[in-house]
């Protein structure tokens, strides 16, 4: 389930079981996303990026979906794994300046 | 190589000292980015470098002073910094501003006493 509050919102999911982390993101003149891994004490590290000219985009084991409408992204991890235990965050590039980052959400894999 | 170094790892320091942080990155990026980022918290841009010049300065307090000798490295200088400045400073590069995956290193665990 997810919970949110003072804390990062978390996710907690079985292990071999589908994940879905979700990400709105604020500028519609944003026209490219990333999603990143954060484990403890490490930076950022990359997972999968979209461009606004596509919906859906995969990779091995990690699809990204794009709803630019209700300007909202999602990351898919298959088959979840205990490596898979991190703090995932969207980012945005308004205005192709920069990149803004979302709040993130821990995903808890569960034995 | 594609790799952002940092340095370094962990540093400690009192509010009157002066002290550099170093990143250094050979892919060729010609943006390079400081964040900072407190627990549990997003990382929050800093300064933005494209070509060599600074592009973006987020209002960040003149304790931090940014420096980019060339297009390999981006340093970040501190002077007189308070506790509540203890974060972890990231270091990133792309291809250009805001285009091409991003590539962070690993970070400084600051801590200021």
């Known amino acids: 389930g997810e919970s949110v509050g003072l804390h990062l919102p978390t996710l907690s999911v079985q292990e071999g079981d589908n994940s879905i982390i979700n990400c709105a993101y604020s500028n519609s003149a944003s026209d490219y996303f990333i999603w990143y891994k954060q484990e403890s004490g490490k930076g950022p590290q990359f997972i999968i990026d979209i461009r606004s000219n596509m919906d859906k985009r995969q990779g091995q084991r990690v699809t990204v979906l794009l709803n630019k409408t209700v300007k909202h992204l999602s990351l898919q991890i298959a088959a979840t794994q205990p490596g898979d235990s991190a703090v995932y965050f969207c980012a945005e590039n308004p205005y192709g300046q920069n990149f803004v980052f979302g709040p993130g959400t821990r995903l808890s894999v569960l034995p | 190589d594609t790799e952002v170094t940092q340095t370094p790892k962990h540093l400690v320091m009192g509010m009157t000292n002066k002290k550099s942080l170093k990143c250094e990155q050979h892919?060729?990026?010609?943006?390079m980015y400081w964040y900072k980022q407190k627990a549990k918290k997003p990382p929050e841009l800093m300064f933005v470098y494209s070509y060599e010049k600074l592009s973006i300065n987020e209002s960040v307090p003149s304790r931090f002073s940014p420096e980019c000798p060339n297009s390999s490295l981006l340093n970040l200088h501190l002077h007189a910094l308070q506790p509540e400045d203890s974060a972890l400073y990231l270091c990133?590069?792309?291809?250009?501003?805001?285009?091409?995956?991003?590539?962070f290193g690993q970070g400084t665990r600051l801590t200021v006493v």
């Open positions: 892919m060729g990026h010609r943006a």
């Open positions: 990133a590069s792309s291809q250009g501003p805001g285009t091409g995956e991003a590539f």
